[in-house]
Structures are given as C-alpha cells and as structure tokens.
C-alpha cells in the first residue's frame, strides 16, 4: 500500500556543560525531512534503481535481445530479399533491408520496455521486496513515473543498439529522425505502461508469460514489423491499421526510409493518446493499491 508522507520527529538526549539534567534535542541528522509538492530525491532514486537493475545484468538484457534482432534480420532478408514500397516522397524503392531493420529495432524498443516494468514489479512480488518502494513516501504518481522512465530507458537502450548492430546489413540513416525519436519514445512509454499494468495485476511469471503470448507477440508480429501492410489484401489491411503497434512502427519506419502505409498526423495523434491513457491507468492501479496492499 502507498503509504502518505509522513516524518515524526526523534530526540536524543545530550548533556549541556553546566547542567546536570539532559536536555532533549532533535539531531539535524533525525530532523523532519520536507520534500514538497514532489520527492525528487525519492523519484531520482526509483530511477536509477530501475536503470541500474537491468544494466547488472546487460549481458542478458541489452545485448541478447541484439541477436535475437541479428537473426530475424538475417533471415528475413535472406528469404524475403527484394525492395520496400515506394516512399511517400519520391516514389522510389528502398532497399527490403531498409524497411526491415526499422520495424526490427521499434520492435525490440516494445518487448524490452514492457519487459522491464513487468518483470520488476512480479520479482518484487515474489520475493516480497516490494515494501521497498510502497513504503518510502512515494506518492503514486511518483512511482508510476519512475516505472515508466526506467522501462523506457531500457526500451532506448535496446533500440539503439539494435540500430547499430544491423548497421552492417541496412542503411540505417534516418531521413525524418525527429519523427523516429518521436515514435520510439511514445512507443517505449506506452509498453512500459503496460507491462506496469501487467506486472500489478500478475502474481507470478506464469501470469506475465500469458500477457506476452497471447497479447503482445500477436499485437507485434501482426503490425507490419517484417513487411509493408500496403501487399495485404481487403479487409485485412484495414482491420490491420486498427493494431496501435502498426501506429507505431509505421511512423518509426517513416522517419528512416519516408514510407509510411496510413496517416502520419492520424497515428501520432492516436499514439500519444494511448500513452497518456495507459499513464493513467498504470497511476490509478497504483494508487487503488490493487494487488499490492496484500
């Protein structure tokens, strides 16, 4: 349970030269902290919690998701080869690979910020750890922030290395890269919101692996991550636009190779609604103390 801030204020007693009582005194160490209308220094620190857990173990969390990202990389191009559509600007063709690599690497962006939130708040519930940030006084949008944050990092991280990893198989440079950090950063919001929400509602990994089989896999590998919706057939590339992770790969491929398949303006309107929704969301479970007060 979120507990409300709240500091009582601890004496000790001294001697004074020239007095045989003890007078009671607050140590400036003891004294009343006040943090304001927010505890940046307990935010702060949430943060780099976050950040520091998962770079302890980079070898698993940063750079095995790169060959994970290698590998699709280089079976697709293998099997698939050829050019993407045309792009909205010139017309011409570029390179599969291209288009490719950019739907791999938001793809690692999604998987790894979800994984991030979820997999700190289900550790904490097994191991019964989380007292160790319900208890701080930490108010819920506080916590919620820095959940979200720490994810995201570690959502940027993985992208970002992932673009350098394949740097060697695709041209990598982006034509629109304000549009791209755009879409990797609402992208990297959005799945730590959800996997915040996963990691409430889940009581143990089982729980979470179902969130990821049956909701985010599908959600992804249906948005267009390995190929241009624009060759499906009716009515299964219009159902396929109403996929939010379509949104956001289909931005994040604009701003590298200019194609994109529906309405920027449209998608990036729709993304950051959902990011600012699943914010709220995550804030409100947190603050109902849903699964967390027991």
Same mark, same amino acid.
């Given at each position: 349970?979120? !507990? ?17 009582? *003890? ?9 009343? +902290? ?12 949430? #943060? ?6 998962? =770079?302890? #173990? ?46 791999? @690497? ?22 019964? !750890? ?6 701080? &006084? =930490? ?14 990092? +570690?959502?940027?991280? #993985? ?17 629109? &890269?304000?549009?791209? =950090? ?6 990297? @919001?959005?799945?730590? *919101?959800?996997? =915040? ?35 499906? &057939? ?10 939010? @992770? ?34 709220? *969301? ?13």
């Amino acid at each position: 349970m979120v !507990n409300e801030r709240s500091d009582s204020l601890r004496f000790y007693e001294r001697t004074v030269p020239g007095m045989d009582t *003890a007078v009671r005194t607050t140590p400036p160490a003891l004294a009343s +902290r006040h943090y304001g209308a927010v505890n940046w220094m307990g935010l702060q620190t949430l #943060v780099w919690r976050e950040i520091r857990r998962f =770079l302890k #173990v980079g070898a698993q969390t940063v750079f095995a998701p790169l060959i994970q990202t290698l590998l699709f990389m280089l079976v697709f191009s293998l099997v698939r080869g050829g050019d993407w559509p045309g792009t909205a600007e010139t017309g011409h063709p570029r390179a599969y690979a291209d288009g490719l690599a950019a739907g791999l @690497v938001m793809m690692s962006i999604l998987s790894n910020a979800f994984q991030n939130s979820s997999s700190s708040l289900v550790i904490a519930k097994v191991q019964g !750890n989380a007292v160790d940030f319900l208890m701080p &006084p =930490l108010s819920a949008l506080e916590l919620t922030i820095a959940f979200i944050v720490g994810a995201a990092a +570690r959502g940027l991280l #993985v992208g970002f290395a992932s673009l350098v990893a394949v740097a060697w198989l695709a041209n990598i440079m982006p034509v629109h &890269p304000l549009v791209a =950090l755009y879409y990797a950063v609402v992208a990297s @919001v959005i799945f730590g *919101a959800i996997g =915040l929400l996963g990691g409430i509602w889940a009581d143990k990994f089982d729980h979470l692996a179902a969130v990821t089989n049956f909701i985010i896999v599908p959600l992804t590998f249906l948005s267009g991550t390995f190929y241009s919706t624009s060759i499906l &057939p009716e009515p299964v590339r219009t159902i396929s636009h109403y996929n939010p @992770v379509f949104s956001l790969i289909d931005g994040f491929r604009y701003g590298f190779i200019g194609h994109h398949d529906a309405p920027l303006l449209l998608g990036a309107a729709t993304t950051g609604a959902l990011a600012l929704a699943l914010s709220y *969301a995550s804030w409100a479970m947190i603050k109902s103390g849903y699964r967390l007060r027991s």
